[in-house]
């Protein structure tokens, strides 16, 4: 293995386990998101690497008759509200969105979230 590549390896494991987003990640370790995402595809096409493990969502299913609308809360407290036949690429973005806002915000008073 070169040497760039167990770099990329190590830089990627402490992405992993730095709660982050890429974009402060990259900003942090002085690197190009574009470098950071063409690494990180290459070494998982090699197998060198693998996926991260999932964001923890889990699917929801409404029965057909529900006409009631799906809410969802995120940990920060804020609350989207699901129309039925909603478009899940849509909500996945607006989720994300929401998970990267969250670990880049400040700590509120007394350190909790």
């Known amino acids: 293995m070169t040497t760039t590549r167990a770099r990329w390896i190590s830089?990627?494991?402490?992405?992993?386990r730095s709660g982050l987003t890429v974009a402060r990640f990259c900003e942090r370790?002085?690197?190009t998101t574009k470098s950071f995402y063409r690494w990180r595809k290459l070494l998982r096409d090699s197998g060198l690497i693998?996926?991260?493990?999932?964001?923890?969502?889990?699917?929801?299913?409404?029965?057909?008759?529900s006409a009631v609308p799906l809410a969802i809360e995120v940990?920060?407290?804020?609350?989207v509200v699901v129309p039925r036949g909603f478009d899940d690429q849509v909500l996945r973005r607006v989720l994300a969105v929401l998970e990267d806002a969250a670990q880049e915000a400040p700590l509120p008073p007394g350190g909790a979230r």
């Open 75 to 79: 940990r920060t407290g804020q609350r």
């Open 11 to 16: 830089i990627l494991d402490d992405f992993d």
């Open 50 to 65: 693998q996926a991260a493990p999932s964001s923890g969502f889990v699917e929801a299913r409404l029965p057909e008759t």
């Open 29 to 31: 370790r002085r690197l």
